[in-house]
């Protein structure tokens, strides 16, 4: 029996409604993307604790992904409850250096603890109680952020969890259904998760070893708040060469405007013969083993503009956009070249 094909037209119409219903998909989900995103990226990652179990429990690939995620969860949740209090430091410590007028008292104030400013949740709820009308429009964001941030926690885990069960299914489904070819789909796949790979090992593992040595040699000499200002060691490392220094330069300076010396001279020569050795040294073996095939300069400027246009979910997001852009770049190159015909 014979299939007749659809009309052009019909075809046409059907393809633009399922490009709209793609584009409403898409905006629906689009608030808890970066979640989703940061799934994909645990699942890929989680590989070396998965496979083990998955092996050892045979046909129970619920179990291995549960145990997966709960073996995940004794690292990340305390290394995320750290975090939050180390940010809540370092947002007190910029707001101290922020209120001071003169040069020489920032850096002063960078050295000193003079128990400024709110040190502790208590001091913040308390904080927030005094200022009387704004009060409530502050209990008000932090339970948007509350829930934002709990909806999140909820996507990133049970996503991780189906991925480690279905994901190969479901990357099936979507090779069957997607309108390019296997091979291009696969070549996107590979950079996607080449990106989460490359961001987390090449650039926050490089910039995670100069931060502890860093806030090592903060507590060795008695700088107040070496945490925090490790940190914005951690931080500012995504800027290469020079980053670090932005911030172990002026706690240098201000150790030796009150009168350290000694602690000054060592921090300086940390800095340059220990945390700056360490950026030359193991950043480059990491970014060979994250394989993040982007300059660092695209990176930094990606984060940067991802910031301007997304908030802080562009640090993740312009990346991996820009690395995919890269790709399907070279995919249409290759395409070009295949369909070329070759000169007589």
Same mark, same amino acid.
């Given at each position: 029996m014979s299939v007749s094909l659809r009309p052009d037209r019909e075809h046409r119409a059907v393809a633009w409604l399922a490009l709209a219903l793609v584009l409403g998909a898409g905006v629906a989900l689009w608030p808890l993307a970066p979640w989703v995103i940061l799934a994909v990226w645990a699942a890929s990652l989680a590989g070396p604790v998965h496979r083990p179990l998955s092996r050892v429990l045979g046909d129970r690939p619920k179990l291995a992904a549960a145990l997966t995620i709960a073996v995940l969860a004794?690292? @990340?949740?305390?290394?995320?409850? *750290?975090?939050?209090? *180390?940010?809540?430091?370092?947002?007190?410590?910029?707001? =101290?250096?922020?209120?001071?007028? !003169?040069? #020489?008292?920032?850096? !002063?104030?960078?050295v000193s603890s003079d128990g400024q400013g709110p040190r502790s949740?208590?001091?913040?709820v308390a904080l927030?109680?005094? #200022?009387?009308? !704004?009060?409530?429009?502050?209990? #008000?964001?932090?339970?948007?952020?509350? @829930?934002r941030m709990v909806l999140g926690l909820v996507?990133?885990?049970? &996503?991780?969890?189906?991925?480690?069960?279905?994901g190969d299914r479901w990357y099936r489904w979507i090779e069957t259904h997607a309108p390019i070819p296997g091979s291009a789909l696969d070549r996107l796949a590979a950079a996607f998760r080449e990106t989460g790979r490359g961001l987390l090992v090449g650039i926050v593992g490089a910039g995670l070893a100069q931060s502890i040595v860093a806030t090592i040699v903060y507590a060795s000499i008695g700088v107040p708040q070496a945490l925090s200002l490790g940190l914005?060691?951690? @931080? /500012?490392s995504v800027l290469p060469a020079v980053g670090t220094a932005i911030v172990w330069i002026p706690v240098a300076a201000g150790l030796a405007l009150t009168g350290r010396t000694a602690a000054a001279v060592i921090l300086l020569v940390a800095g340059f013969a220990l945390i700056g050795t360490i950026d030359n040294l193991v950043r480059p073996l990491l970014a =060979? !083993?994250?394989?993040? #095939? *982007?300059?660092?300069?695209?990176?930094?400027?990606?984060? /940067? &503009?991802?910031?301007?246009?997304?908030?802080?979910?562009? @640090?993740?997001?312009?990346p991996l956009l820009v690395r995919l852009a890269k790709e399907a770049l070279a995919i249409l190159r290759d395409d070009r070249l295949r369909l070329t015909p070759a000169p007589l």
């Amino acid at each position: 029996m014979s299939v007749s094909l659809r009309p052009d037209r019909e075809h046409r119409a059907v393809a633009w409604l399922a490009l709209a219903l793609v584009l409403g998909a898409g905006v629906a989900l689009w608030p808890l993307a970066p979640w989703v995103i940061l799934a994909v990226w645990a699942a890929s990652l989680a590989g070396p604790v998965h496979r083990p179990l998955s092996r050892v429990l045979g046909d129970r690939p619920k179990l291995a992904a549960a145990l997966t995620i709960a073996v995940l969860a004794l690292v @990340v949740v305390p290394a995320v409850a *750290l975090l939050a209090l *180390l940010v809540a430091d370092a947002v007190d410590l910029i707001q =101290r250096l922020m209120a001071s007028e !003169r040069g #020489q008292e920032t850096l !002063r104030k960078l050295v000193s603890s003079d128990g400024q400013g709110p040190r502790s949740s208590s001091d913040l709820v308390a904080l927030a109680m005094n #200022q009387g009308e !704004r009060a409530w429009a502050i209990g #008000q964001q932090i339970a948007g952020t509350a @829930v934002r941030m709990v909806l999140g926690l909820v996507t990133l885990i049970a &996503g991780t969890y189906a991925i480690l069960v279905d994901g190969d299914r479901w990357y099936r489904w979507i090779e069957t259904h997607a309108p390019i070819p296997g091979s291009a789909l696969d070549r996107l796949a590979a950079a996607f998760r080449e990106t989460g790979r490359g961001l987390l090992v090449g650039i926050v593992g490089a910039g995670l070893a100069q931060s502890i040595v860093a806030t090592i040699v903060y507590a060795s000499i008695g700088v107040p708040q070496a945490l925090s200002l490790g940190l914005l060691t951690l @931080v /500012f490392s995504v800027l290469p060469a020079v980053g670090t220094a932005i911030v172990w330069i002026p706690v240098a300076a201000g150790l030796a405007l009150t009168g350290r010396t000694a602690a000054a001279v060592i921090l300086l020569v940390a800095g340059f013969a220990l945390i700056g050795t360490i950026d030359n040294l193991v950043r480059p073996l990491l970014a =060979r !083993r994250g394989n993040l #095939q *982007l300059p660092t300069y695209v990176v930094l400027v990606a984060m /940067f &503009g991802g910031i301007m246009v997304m908030g802080g979910w562009g @640090v993740l997001l312009a990346p991996l956009l820009v690395r995919l852009a890269k790709e399907a770049l070279a995919i249409l190159r290759d395409d070009r070249l295949r369909l070329t015909p070759a000169p007589l």
